[in-house]
């Protein structure tokens, strides 16, 4: 059984498709990404899978079930973090941890015994009677995650965790949500930053006006769509130009930058090095970047 699965899955509001028949599935225990530039239809996409927003048509199955017809049980094995921050700012960290269980009738017991788990786990031991308000936009974060696992989730989503926090902040965010991955949590997410993408997902898809435009593993995804050796050349020139027509090397031209695509045997790498980078040349490993800009373009959207 796919943990989710997603049949010609189309969300409309009034004339605009957000989302525009995605087909899709996430398998037990994977880390699964949704990348896409602003606007993609990325979020209108999981707000489906949670039930917050109706699916205009297609299916969404989750945990097998219907989320049309089952949505109250599938919202039971669901945890969500939002990309707002939707804790209750008057209660302490412990209240709210103490307070969710209550949504979900953990007896108290159990509950205070889940709360210490994680405040642990988070780090946020020390913070346990400071007030929401008075938290960090890191701190706000991990108990955001802590509240949203507080009920074990089958499945956890999570929409942008880290926009907004400081590189220590969504180290440790990193570092809590990979061993949470090593427990065997199943974990859906949307993110902007793309070496989040590449160093947490297993797989991903990548959508833009509401359509699914790439979608698999993150290293295969370098290999087809850029490569696994880039070298970025200052000044190009025309002769580099005439090169990488004649020998039909993957390239993008950016006018006074040209940025190649090499294969892995090192060949045309060394070719390029001899003949082209006297100065200003930058070599490489391709990235997921270099895959979202090749698929989704180098404009403004806005
Ligand atoms: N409730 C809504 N009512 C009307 N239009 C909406 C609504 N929610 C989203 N949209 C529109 O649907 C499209 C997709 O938006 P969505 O928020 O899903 O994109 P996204 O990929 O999550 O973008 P971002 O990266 O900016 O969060 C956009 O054109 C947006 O303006």
Not at 42 to 50: F, G, L, P, W
Request: proline share 2%.
């Amino acid at each position: 059984m796919h943990i989710i699965e997603a049949i010609g899955v189309v969300k409309r509001f009034g004339d605009l498709t957000a989302v525009d028949g995605v087909h899709f599935t996430v398998e037990k225990g994977e880390f699964f990404g949704f990348l896409g530039p602003n606007g993609a239809g990325k979020t209108s996409a999981i707000r489906m899978i949670y039930g917050f927003s109706p699916v205009t048509s297609g299916q969404m199955k989750v945990f097998g079930l219907d989320i049309v017809t089952d949505w109250r049980r599938i919202r039971s094995g669901l945890g969500i973090c939002q990309q707002e921050n939707t804790l209750d700012p008057d209660l302490t960290v412990e209240q709210n941890l103490l307070l969710y269980a209550r949504y979900f009738e953990m007896n108290k017991h159990k509950a205070r015994e889940r709360a210490e788990e994680l405040l642990q786990f988070f780090a946020l031991t020390n913070k346990r009677h400071a007030k929401v308000m008075e938290l960090s936009g890191g701190l706000a974060r991990r108990l955001q995650l802590a509240r949203a696992i507080m009920a074990e989730p089958a499945l956890l989503i999570l929409d942008e965790p880290t926009t907004g926090l400081d590189p220590q902040s969504r180290h440790q965010m990193w570092n809590r949500l990979t061993a949470l991955k090593k427990k065997g949590l199943t974990m859906l997410l949307t993110t902007h930053y793309m070496d989040e993408a590449e160093s947490l997902c297993d797989r991903l898809l990548i959508m833009d006006n509401g359509r699914i435009i790439a979608q698999g593993r993150p290293r295969d995804l370098i290999v087809e769509h850029a490569a696994e050796n880039v070298i970025e050349i200052e000044g190009a020139d025309e002769q580099l130009r005439t090169y990488v027509k004649d020998h039909d090397v993957k390239h993008d031209d950016l006018g006074e930058r040209m940025i190649v695509y090499a294969a892995s045997d090192g060949n045309l790498e060394n070719d390029i090095r001899d003949r082209f980078c006297m100065d200003a040349c930058q070599f490489r490993a391709g990235n997921l970047e270099d895959v979202f800009l090749r698929l989704t373009g180098r404009e403004l959207r806005e």
